[in-house]
């Protein structure tokens, strides 16, 4: 072999290197890329499920407050029918 020869073949041995090494960096950018975006998207579901369940909170919340109030409301009015009702019968009292 001439050093013509030995030249080009050390020629295309640096340039296949490169090739490789870009295409190991251009890999590792879309692994890198890919992770990333797999870590928005489960946050993005994760505050998702955390939002459905505080409105789940928030409406078995005001569901709970919306019966106490109504039992409140029905005792209370209970009781005034049980006064009405002893002051119109005064034997049924005692």
């Known amino acids: 072999m001439d050093a013509s020869t030995k030249e080009t ?4 041995l640096q340039m296949t290197q490169f090739i490789l090494n870009e295409a190991r960096d251009k890999a590792e950018e879309i692994d890198t ?3 990333q ?3 928005i998207e489960r946050l993005k579901i994760v505050n998702s ?6 409105q789940e909170y ?3 919340t005001k569901q ?3 019966q106490a109030a109504i039992a409140r409301s029905t005792a209370i009015n209970r009781s005034r029918l049980e006064k009405i009702k002893s002051r119109q019968d005064p034997d049924a009292g005692s």
Do not use: N
């Open 37 to 39: 975006e797999e870590s």
């Open 33 to 35: 890329k890919a992770l």
């Open 64 to 66: 709970i407050e919306t």
């Open 58 to 60: 928030a409406r078995k």
């Open 49 to 54: 499920m955390k939002e459905k369940i505080q």
């Open 9 to 12: 073949q050390a020629q295309i």
